[in-house]
């Protein structure tokens, strides 16, 4: 446990024990020492890209891993996701300059109609601790305003969110309407809620349901896979 | 003093100030529970019977009915159940869908006067649902969120209860028969959960008098030990004026908050409920203590 751990210089040690190290401090949720260790390993003279991928990315993953088998809970994952937000705001800039490939990038929003928004949340904040860029529309979107946010993000997941039985039809009209303009293929359409179940996922077009927010992580690096493969066949 | 009275064909049930906790039981209800909800979608109403008689058993004075099972059709599932469910248990039920065809066809077939679950502050869901529940003389629990979502700040949500408490009056709806649900958040997302909830409850109690409910299960949502962080949520906002919650009476954890409150609060006159609960059974041979076999004589009255 962290807090009973003797006082710990991260300049002391390796690069293989230090970034260990930011992988335990995000578990454990601590931002500034995530944050530390990040600009420390930028100082070595790591690639921004290696150390999302290496040490955020890898820690953030053996976060969800935890969470999905109910060692870790809501608090502390949130706490750990706050801790990987720290260290992303050093290597966002870094990282546009370096032109690293993204991980991938995600628009997310509560469907039209519904105003429940904790669920999604938390996918969000996974997201973006598995590295992904996230957009978070909020609540209350209509089909506009995820078909605006498609077009200028250019994101490859589209996420949607829906906690009642009268607001989820409402994603198989967004669904529909990006099928009329024959662009559904383009993007990986997950749904999740409490309400929702993977018969209605497929009823209405959607690539997936994600019963929470780990499964939306490990089911988008899935997708992300296989579409990067189909993609790199098809080239 | 704020009384909501509902009832079934044979039984009337007081939800009150400086009354007993009425617990409604929330187990009739498909949503992430995938085998009862293919069984309803089916017309197997087993599981729902069962479900029914087990709360009531437990002591739930109320059972909540729901019926959102997606892609189903909801309004024919939620009459049905709703008819089984009388058929089998005489507490009065509240009617729970989002989806107002749903509600109006359990109302139908609903014998007595049935709690309604639920209206918003939406515009929408206001002008939709408070008629319905007029037409057939219900009550109605009101969720303080409106178009703008749900407000973490305690006092946008009062206002938003107000609004809806109001506009049930101009429906010619009397405010008692308004039950006001605080919505309960998770306290491990939202740190200030419980104090917003509690802060809340003695507002709707005191300044706007009616009675209150709630999901109690929400506050523990991502945390271990539920039934106990449930427990002592339910205590303590029972000690800030709450007057029910739809709640699971199987686990035992909750169920003793309650009771525990009642006795506390004075609810449970001489203990007497709490008594024939907990009191140690006798051991065997001892036929019942010093007074042998004889039968307890009941009590006139």
């Not at chain 1, 260990?20 to 944050?35: A, F, N, P, R």
């Not at chain 1, 070595?44 to 820690?59: D, M, N, S």
Request: hydrophobic share 45%.
């Amino acid at each position: 446990m962290s807090q009973q751990g003797e006082e710990l210089d991260l300049r002391e040690l390796d690069d293989e024990e230090l970034v260990k190290q930011i992988q335990d401090d995000l578990y454990d949720g601590l931002k500034d020492e995530v944050e530390e260790g990040v600009r420390i390993l930028l100082e070595r003279g790591w690639q921004p890209y290696r150390v999302l991928t290496e040490a955020l990315v890898e820690g953030m993953r053996i976060v969800g891993v935890d969470f999905r088998d109910g060692i870790l809970f809501v608090p502390e994952v949130l706490l750990a996701a706050n801790a990987m937000k720290g260290g992303m705001a050093i290597l966002r800039p870094l990282l546009a300059e370096t032109g690293a490939p993204p991980i991938g990038k995600m628009v997310i929003g509560t469907v039209k109609g519904d105003i429940h928004d904790i669920g999604k949340n938390l996918v969000a904040m996974m997201m973006e601790g598995a590295g992904f860029e996230v957009i978070d529309l909020g609540i209350n979107c209509d089909v506009d305003k995820f078909l605006a946010a498609l077009e200028q993000h250019r994101p490859q997941i589209l996420g949607m969110s829906a906690l009642l039985t009268t607001t989820m039809p409402y994603m198989k009209v967004v669904i529909d309407t990006l099928v009329e303009r024959g662009i559904r293929d383009d993007y990986i359409v997950l749904v999740g809620g409490a309400p929702l179940n993977e018969a209605f996922a497929e009823a209405i077009g959607a690539d997936a349901y994600c019963r929470d927010a780990a499964v939306a992580v490990e089911t988008a690096k899935a997708l992300m896979a296989k579409r990067h493969n189909r993609l790199a066949a098809g080239a | 003093m704020t009384e909501t009275v509902v009832s079934s064909a044979t039984r009337e049930v007081v939800i009150g100030f400086d009354r007993p906790f009425v617990i409604i039981g929330e187990r009739i209800n498909p949503t992430g529970r995938k085998k009862l909800a293919a069984e309803m979608a089916a017309g197997d109403f087993s599981t729902v019977a069962r479900d029914a008689i087990a709360q009531v058993e437990a002591g739930a004075h109320m059972l909540d009915v729901n019926a959102g099972i997606p892609l189903a059709d909801e309004p024919a599932i939620l009459a049905k159940t709703v008819e089984l469910v009388q058929s089998l248990v005489d507490v009065p039920l509240s009617i729970d869908s989002s989806i107002v065809a749903a509600l109006e066809a359990g109302l139908q077939v609903y014998k007595g006067k049935a709690l309604v679950n639920s209206v918003t502050g939406e515009e929408e869901r206001l002008e939709a649902v408070l008629p319905l529940v007029k037409k057939y003389g219900a009550a109605v629990i009101a969720i303080s969120n409106d178009e703008t979502g749900i407000s973490e700040d305690p006092d946008v949500r009062f206002a938003v209860a107000k609004k809806i408490v109001e506009r049930a009056e101009d429906h010619g709806i009397p405010r008692c028969d308004v039950i006001v649900d605080p919505l309960v958040m998770p306290i491990g997302a939202m740190g200030q959960a419980g104090r917003a909830a509690f802060r809340l409850i003695r507002r709707l109690r005191e300044e706007l008098k009616v009675n209150t409910t709630c999901g109690a299960s929400n506050i523990s949502f991502g945390l271990p030990n539920r039934h106990g962080l449930n427990a002592h949520f339910l205590s303590m906002a029972i000690a800030c004026g709450m007057t029910s919650a739809i709640m699971n009476p199987l686990h035992q954890e909750e169920m003793t908050a309650v009771l525990a409150a009642d006795v506390l609060m004075g609810q449970d006159p001489n203990c007497l409920t709490w008594l024939n609960r907990f009191r140690e059974p006798a051991a065997q041979g001892e036929a019942g203590g010093a007074r042998g076999e004889r039968e307890r004589r009941r009590r006139r009255g």
